[in-house]
């Protein structure tokens, strides 16, 4: 049997407007289930404004009051296992860690254990998990299974609303590496559209601009699975005339958010199994090793390089960053004969 478990939250003036189950899945993001288990809920009448049951569509008004009830699995179905972490920071309030490639943050559908969650469950010993989404206890954000760097899980429920809130507000600041196929322009490039996903590959997102998706439908009326996603593209050094080493800044922070707006830009993240086209992987400019080298790439190069936030509970700035992994350093290396300074 599953424990009940009940959240009430008020809508504050911003979210006027908003579909209630867009609404509830941003601004509780760690809180609850997924936005299709929110639309079971209210299917099943579980989800009240204002004391009357909803639907996923309904628009809120601003001090609407929201009464959630959830029916949990318990969080015991989530086993610790006991790994090897890479630790930058530990309080009592959250853990920062610098994530390897090749695992994935949490358990999900096709994704067998171990998750990197199960190694924090078992490090940290004992979270505040009653009040926390039993499948996904202390789970801030998330990186792609392959992608590396930092990443905050929080320890208390204190901390994980908090740290939630500014993911959701945009007040931290994430900032990622990249190797890209092709030159970026010498300038910085911002990437905007809506992001969603592909109808023809249940595993890959699509972007679409927003005069192409409002020539669709009407601006309120944008269905909810288009996610609005901005990427800011900063060269940092050309390799040859054929890749580009660019930070990347994040204002949205969608699934697959860099991958997708790096292959909008016409310029792929090098290695990345869904949105690379390997016939451009080969610039017979490179000697064999190098070529061989880049066609041995197994992951895209993409890397969280720092992540800046606000202390949940002594509200200092905080600042973490992660070094590069061996792989992608190694390729680095065996390109840096080749760099060109952006000028």
């Not at 800046?308 to 960053?321: E, K």
Request: hydrophobic share 35%; net charge positive; charged share 20%.
């Amino acid at each position: 049997m599953g424990t009940k478990r009940e959240i009430k939250v008020v809508v504050p003036p911003e979210g006027e407007g908003i579909r209630v189950d867009r609404w509830l899945c941003e601004t509780l993001e760690g809180l609850v289930y997924t936005r299709s288990h929110l639309q079971k809920l209210m299917g099943d009448q579980l989800v009240l404004i204002n004391g009357t049951p909803c639907k996923p569509n309904q628009k809120l008004k601003s001090q609407d009051e929201i009464h959630l009830q959830l029916d949990d699995t318990p969080a015991s179905t989530l086993v610790p296992i006991p790994m090897e972490l890479d630790i930058l920071y530990e309080d009592a309030s959250l853990l920062v860690l610098n994530k390897p490639a090749g695992i994935s943050v949490h358990p999900g559908a096709g994704t067998p254990m171990p998750s990197l969650l199960a190694g924090v469950l078992a490090h940290v010993g004992k979270m505040e998990v009653e009040q926390m989404d039993p499948q996904r206890p202390g789970v801030v954000h998330r990186l792609d299974k392959d992608t590396t760097g930092v990443l905050v899980f929080a320890k208390t429920l204190q901390a994980l609303q908090s740290l939630s809130k500014q993911f959701h507000d945009k007040t931290n600041e994430r900032t990622y590496v990249a190797l890209l196929d092709g030159l970026l322009p010498v300038s910085s490039t911002v990437c905007e559209s809506y992001l969603h996903r592909d109808p023809h590959h249940r595993l890959k997102f699509a972007s679409i601009s927003r005069a192409d998706l409002e020539l669709r439908y009407q601006k309120s009326d944008i269905p909810q699975a288009y996610r609005w996603a901005k990427s800011l593209f900063t060269p940092l050094q050309y390799f040859g005339h054929s890749f580009t080493y660019a930070q990347v800044k994040l204002h949205t922070g969608r699934t697959h958010q860099i991958r997708v707006h790096a292959q909008t830009l016409g310029h792929p993240v090098v290695g990345d199994p869904l949105y690379q086209q390997r016939k451009r992987m080969y610039p017979t400019t490179f000697p064999h090793e190098v070529r061989g080298a880049l066609g041995g790439v197994s992951r895209q190069m993409l890397h969280a390089a720092s992540l800046i936030f606000t202390h949940p509970v002594t509200q200092d700035r905080m600042s973490f960053a992660a070094p590069i992994p061996a792989d992608f350093q190694q390729l680095l290396s065996q390109l840096a004969p080749f760099a060109r300074k952006v000028v």
